[in-house]
């Protein structure tokens, strides 16, 4: 199956900025929205946005539509997170995954791959 490898996570002071990286295998990548997703420390997995197969839509959890960004270039099969003014609530690991239903459902269920997570704590 797919694999999906996320890098760019580490320590930040709030107010900074991180890009995460979400690298995959295969040649299907274009083939898939993708979407990533956090889970706080002793808290559940949650949405934080998502990205059709071309790039043209996206789709964000209100809370942090402006602060993050996703995008996406297949040619290098890699999904992005650029995470702007990060706040200590932003503190998780977090995860990419590859859609595997239709761009109007994306709850974690509707994901059928899933990448090992990177790190990203953000300090006062």
């Known amino acids: 199956q797919v694999q999906l490898v996320e890098s760019g996570g580490g320590l930040v002071q709030a107010g900074g900025s991180l890009r995460l990286s979400c690298a995959a295998s295969?040649?299907?990548?274009?083939?898939?929205?993708m979407g990533w997703f956090r889970q706080p420390p002793g808290k559940e997995r949650e949405f934080v946005a998502a990205?059709?197969?071309?790039?043209?839509?996206?789709y964000y959890t209100d809370s942090l539509k402006g602060r993050f960004t996703i995008s996406r270039d297949n040619a290098k099969n890699t999904v992005y997170l650029q995470m702007n003014s990060l706040k200590p609530e932003d503190t998780a690991i977090y995860f990419c995954?590859?859609?595997?239903?239709?761009?109007?459902?994306?709850?974690?269920?509707?994901?059928?791959?899933w990448g090992q997570g990177t790190q990203v704590t953000v300090s006062s």
């Open positions: 995954a590859r859609l595997a239903t239709n761009w109007g459902r994306k709850a974690s269920r509707d994901f059928d791959s």
């Open positions: 990205i059709s197969m071309s790039g043209s839509l996206t």
């Open positions: 295969g040649r299907t990548f274009s083939t898939y929205a």
